[in-house]
């Protein structure tokens, strides 16, 4: 069975430009969640679908990240435009719809704003 | 918001040495779960505690739930090499809608 694949792997951009980060989860799994680590601190969350319902977005640092999930199947997140502070790996991570359940993440998209 | 706090930050032992990691929270936690985070890598689900007392073992890894759900450690054996990474305790937010991170503790080992 293929795990949450995340696409593109390592980004570099520059301030000011887009990027769309793309998560495909778990195939059967409801849920879905956008994690975003920062060098050396904590995996931060940003937020949660279920199917295609954004379920908790509190985590969402401001306006220029907009998530989507059009269809419940795969999610987007773009960053535009994209501010130093934006690098770090972003997680998406994907689970069966019971409640309780474990997450599994993906592989991570790397970006570097310079 | 919910915070699940972690330490040490930063663990370096010799090889063979005993590593241990702990995480507190002020408020009841339903579960909690343990990723391990490789260098490079992203976090890999270890196991999930839900009852109160709760010890679960795998091979040199012992995790445990506190009696009253608020705390919970991860403690390594005889360390390897093969240990390092960054331990991530987390448990679901009061509204079961997000897993809330700790901020991690990086074990190195050094041989």
């Known amino acids: 069975e293929a795990g949450v694949t995340q696409f593109p792997s390592h980004s570099v951009i520059e301030k000011g430009q887009t990027v769309t980060l793309r998560c495909d989860p778990i195939?059967?799994?409801?849920?879905l969640y956008w994690y975003r680590r920062v060098m050396g601190k904590e995996i931060k969350f940003l937020l949660h679908f279920v199917k295609e319902s954004k379920q908790d977005e509190s985590g969402m640092p401001n306006n220029r990240f907009l998530a989507e999930r059009t269809g419940g199947t795969y999610s987007t997140l773009k960053v535009q435009p994209a501010e130093l502070e934006d690098s770090g790996v972003y997680f998406c991570?994907?689970?069966?719809?019971?409640?309780?359940?474990?997450?599994?993440f993906g592989e991570g998209s790397w970006l570097t704003v310079v | 918001g919910q915070q699940v706090m972690q330490i040490p930050q930063y663990q370096h032992v010799q090889e063979g040495e005993d590593f241990t990691t702990y995480c507190n929270s002020s408020?009841?936690?339903?579960?909690i779960q343990w990723y391990k985070q490789r260098p490079g890598g992203h976090p890999v689900f270890l196991i999930q505690l839900v009852k109160s007392g709760e010890v679960k073992k795998q091979k040199r890894l012992t995790f445990q739930f506190g009696e009253a759900k608020k705390n919970s450690s991860l403690h390594i054996t005889a360390t390897q090499t093969t240990d390092v990474g960054t331990y991530f305790c987390a448990s679901p937010n009061q509204a079961g809608t997000a897993l809330i991170f700790g901020k991690g503790t990086t074990l190195s080992v050094s041989s």
């Open positions: 991570a994907s689970s069966p719809p019971q409640p309780g359940n474990t997450i599994y």
């Open positions: 408020t009841t936690l339903s579960n």
């Open positions: 195939s059967g799994h409801d849920n």
